[in-house]
């Protein structure tokens, strides 16, 4: 495995220090490619900041793509960046459609131009079914994306599809469901729930507000979702993926789930807040992985309720350090 060389863009978000962290243990050189700016958030990736090489790069620049792939020449590629958090698509939809769609095709054009026999792994989302047109969601149903983050990525996977087609690239799309772990970011509302109930427990907040709580998702473990990344690329023919549990699980269900493992009353302490509902609301996402399981071989290891256990688990330890 000497010669397998990895660059990860958005090395530095939950996917990628998982990802990166995955293909260390593989015995993969890894390279992370990171924007420059005034302040470093590298804590996901600071345990394996010695074993890893970091370079700057951006997809709203072309030729520093160019630049970071012939300095850490790949074998290969896994485009994790975007700006990826919905609500902030509807604030900036110009910017999010540069990063999430149009970044990736500066991605695979700089791909082509310094060597096509890189693998590329492009990180697609099941924000892109939106209005879903059948239940559970596979390979061929239609998109209907409702938010301008699910259209960008509806963007970056047809062109992922595109150049795949046209220029015989090794190019691939992971169409991966919610996957949660303790790195989430806390605006997501996995994160947002196991932070707030850890907060009221020790004592640091009295309530947590949410939105819909009807709202249905497929939310399966950052870590098990990496490693179908990876095997997406050590197939012999180019293909798409769905990656999901094929369970679905209500915002509820995660508030109950959530607040039992710290011994509290939910009802207690939740309100309901307007100003976090979508403007279009995705309502049930459930991934048929089938595709996955058959032919990479490939399924969830961690359960929903061991994943939130083990986010809450974070969360307090991690707010009790900072008392």
Do not use: C
Not at 6 to 35: C, H, N, P, W
Not at 54 to 63: C, V
Not at 114 to 130: I, L, T
Not at 212 to 239: S, T
């Amino acid at each position: 495995m000497a010669d397998k060389v990895a660059l990860i863009t958005g090395i530095t978000g939950q996917d990628g220090s998982y990802l990166a962290e995955f293909l260390l243990g593989k015995g993969y050189k890894v390279f992370g490619m990171v924007r420059r700016a005034s302040v470093d958030k590298h804590e996901r990736i600071a345990h394996i900041m010695d074993r890893i090489t970091l370079i700057q790069g951006d997809l709203l620049d072309q030729y520093s793509l160019i630049s970071a792939l012939r300095q850490a020449q790949p074998t290969e590629v896994y485009n994790l960046a975007a700006q990826s958090f919905v609500p902030t698509s509807w604030a900036q939809p110009v910017l999010t459609s540069e990063f999430t769609a149009i970044g990736v095709t500066r991605l695979l054009e700089s791909i082509r131009l310094v060597n096509p026999k890189m693998r590329f792994y492009q990180a697609s989302s099941s924000e892109m079914f939106g209005k879903v047109r059948e239940t559970p969601q596979t390979e061929l149903t239609p998109f209907y994306p409702r938010s301008p983050y699910g259209v960008a990525k509806a963007y970056g996977h047809y062109i992922t599809v595109n150049y795949r087609e046209s220029y015989d690239l090794f190019a691939v799309s992971g169409i991966l469901f919610n996957h949660e772990s303790p790195r989430r970011g806390l605006e997501f509302v996995t994160r947002k729930v196991t932070d707030g109930v850890a907060r009221i427990k020790l004592g640091l907040a009295k309530e947590l507000r949410l939105g819909n709580l009807d709202a249905r998702r497929d939310w399966g473990f950052a870590g098990d979702y990496v490693q179908a990344m990876w095997l997406m690329l050590q197939q012999d023919q180019p293909d798409d993926y769905v990656i999901a549990t094929g369970e679905t699980h209500t915002v509820k269900e995660l508030v109950e789930i959530a607040f039992e493992r710290a011994a509290l009353d939910w009802q207690k302490h939740v309100k309901i807040d307007k100003a976090f509902l979508r403007p279009a609301e995705v309502d049930l996402l459930i991934g048929d992985p089938a595709k996955a399981k058959s032919k990479l071989g490939w399924e969830p290891k961690v359960s929903f309720e061991q994943m939130v256990h083990m986010m809450v688990d974070a969360d307090l330890e991690r707010l009790s350090k900072d008392r």
